[in-house]
């Protein structure tokens, strides 16, 4: 069977569908007060400028560093938001390998953590792909969760850089201060920066070597509160190259790692080798013939012969005492003892 269709004429047919209209803008007589649908507003962006500097830093490391540089290196990510992260790089490559890794990142700029011996810890700063690029050894690392300052700064805010009166008086300070002006300023209207200023990057120059310090701005008194990291930078050299090139300046004061490791070495070698050659002496000196010295005759003067006692020689064997534990048993046996003696005097 063939079921029957319905008609369309019928009283029981569906209304069509209307179309929707765009919602119409509200009457400026209607009152605001009334039932009508809620208003969102968007709030506009708070910078209006354009970001104008497009400097980007890769902050990367190569395999081998410890956990203290690897919280170091998150710790520079969560202060600079114009930096960009990568994956560990292989001990085998090149360092120029960096420069290609920098260009396929978009970056200009790089910041690289080269590990070496699991102990020691290097860092790069470049200007990819052109230069100049200089070298540090770091040293004293502090970080921020080890730290734990009471200072605090918002996350994204741009830092303001302050330099030691040095960085103006010799030519390689002045260099390596532009070359920390562009790697660690927050470009103005960077996307993910906030436009306020309320912490400090100071750089100072003591021991000829670069103490790296983060402090809070406070707005009251416009004191300063330790935030962190903390580290210190050994110039070791500066290249005209990106990662290699030639030597612009190279650090007259350095040390290596090794060297100052085997120096350690050979004092505490020199302290054993002291201690030994004290001991041969001293067992040299024992050895030696001792000077025999004559007899005094008034030694004896006050020496007062003592009284010979009279040697006594038993000729009978003492009687053995018996062996009693209990001591009601030994009172029985000496009065037995006693009653005999009694037996032989009455007798007699």
């Known amino acids: 069977m063939v079921a029957a269709k319905r008609k369309s004429d019928g009283p029981a047919a569906r209304p069509k569908k209307r179309a929707k209209k765009a919602p119409s803008a509200p009457e400026p007589d209607a009152d605001p007060g009334g039932a009508g649908p809620e208003e969102y507003s968007i709030p506009p962006p708070v910078s209006q400028g354009k970001w104008k500097n497009k400097e980007r830093v890769l902050i990367f490391s190569s395999r081998g560093i410890n956990f203290r540089t690897r919280h170091l290196m998150q710790d520079l990510r969560t202060l600079m938001p114009h930096s960009k992260a990568d994956t560990k790089m292989d001990r085998k490559d090149q360092l120029f390998v960096i420069n ?89 209207y960077h996307p993910k920066s906030q436009p306020f200023v309320d912490h400090v990057f100071t750089f100072s120059v003591t021991d000829e070597r670069i103490w790296f310090r983060n402090y809070q701005i406070i707005e009251e008194d416009a004191s300063l509160v330790e935030i962190g990291p903390r580290f210190v930078l050994n110039p070791i050299k500066i290249f005209q190259g990106s990662f290699g090139g030639p030597t612009l300046y190279e650090n007259p004061h350095y040390q290596s790692p090794n060297m100052h490791r085997r120096l350690i070495r050979l004092s505490v070698a020199a302290k054993f080798r002291e201690k030994q050659q004290v001991k041969e002496v001293q067992k040299i000196k024992k050895k030696g013939t001792k000077v025999l010295i004559g007899e005094d005759p008034t030694e004896v003067v006050f020496e007062t012969p003592a009284e010979e006692k009279p040697v006594e020689i038993q000729l009978v064997k003492p009687e053995s005492k018996p062996i009693v534990k209990d001591k009601k048993k030994l009172r029985k046996i000496q009065r037995k003892k006693q009653k005999k003696l009694f037996r032989t005097e009455a007798s007699a």
């Open 100 to 188: 290609e890794v920098c260009e396929m990142k978009n970056c200009n700029k790089c910041i690289f953590f080269e590990a070496k011996k699991k102990q020691d810890l290097y860092m790069w700063l470049s200007n990819t792909p052109q230069g100049p690029s200089a070298k540090f050894l770091v040293q004293n690392v502090h970080t921020l969760a080890e730290l734990k300052m009471t200072g605090n700064c918002l996350r994204g805010s741009r830092p303001l850089l302050s330099f030691d009166p040095t960085f103006d008086k010799e030519p390689h300070y002045a260099l390596l201060k532009e070359l920390f002006i562009q790697v660690f300023s927050t470009p103005q």
